[in-house]
């Protein structure tokens, strides 16, 4: 079963304006990671929150994980052009037998000028 | 300068031909990983290895076959048998998978395959 499904499929914004994203999924999970992909390339991690974590920062990016509702948050405050991307979250497994690490289809972020 | 790399950049195969793509890591890391990524779509897996020697089947490995000979070197070869393989391929690596769980990967720019 898919884990990790990004919320709202796409989203754009103004530059200056805060952008939120969500992530939901389905089992247990040992930690939940956002990266962010531009177009054509690579995948590049933004951060990484474990399951005893509830909120993580990481310069403009703030991260939130509620276990109880299996979902987690992304938050881009005073957002800039360079910020569209796509955006994922991933699961990985609370065991490393029987299940892998499961992206999300991802929420593409447009910012405006 | 530290990084994965993943190569060609574009690659087109003829149907019925098996094609292997290159992915190789300078970061020292245990683990590396292949996955598939369609247009608006996720990440898909299709193998990772934890260790030299040895690698396991990710969730859509069928058609794909892997070899991990060198800690530096994870190519991952589409055979024939794979139906659709026109899509994008990303290797990425990480230090391992370990008591912590799955830890950041690191990716490389991604091979861009068409069947034609």
């Known amino acids: 079963s898919q884990q990790g499904e990004e919320d709202p499929q796409a989203l754009s914004i103004q530059e200056g304006e805060n952008a939120t994203m969500n992530c939901s999924y389905k089992t247990s999970i040992n930690n939940l990671q956002w990266y962010r992909q531009n177009s054509g390339r690579g995948l590049v991690h933004l951060i990484l929150?474990?399951?005893?974590?509830r909120e993580k920062h990481s310069g403009r990016l703030r991260v939130t994980l509620d276990t109880s509702k299996k979902s987690s948050s992304l938050l881009i405050t005073a957002s800039r052009a360079a910020d569209t991307a796509s955006y994922f979250c991933?699961?990985?497994?609370?065991?490393?037998?029987?299940?892998?690490?499961?992206f999300g289809p991802g929420t593409r972020l447009s910012v405006l000028p | 300068d530290g990084g994965i790399t993943q190569s060609p950049k574009y690659l087109f195969r003829k149907e019925g031909q098996n094609v292997t793509l290159s992915c190789e890591q300078n970061l020292n890391h245990d683990a590396m990983y292949w996955y598939r990524q369609d247009p608006g779509q996720g990440l898909r897996l299709i193998y990772y290895s934890q260790i030299v020697n040895d690698f396991q089947k990710g969730d859509i490995a069928e058609g794909y076959s892997v070899s991990r000979e060198k800690k530096e070197s994870f190519p991952l070869t589409v055979t024939s048998a794979q139906k659709n393989p026109t899509a994008f391929y990303l290797c990425?690596?990480?230090?391992?998978?370990?008591?912590?769980?799955?830890?950041?990967?690191?990716f490389g720019p991604g091979t861009r395959l068409t069947v034609l």
């Open positions: 991933a699961t990985a497994p609370r065991d490393n037998y029987g299940q892998n690490f499961v």
């Open positions: 929150i474990r399951s005893n974590e």
């Open positions: 990425a690596s990480s230090i391992g998978i370990g008591d912590r769980g799955w830890n950041e990967q690191f």
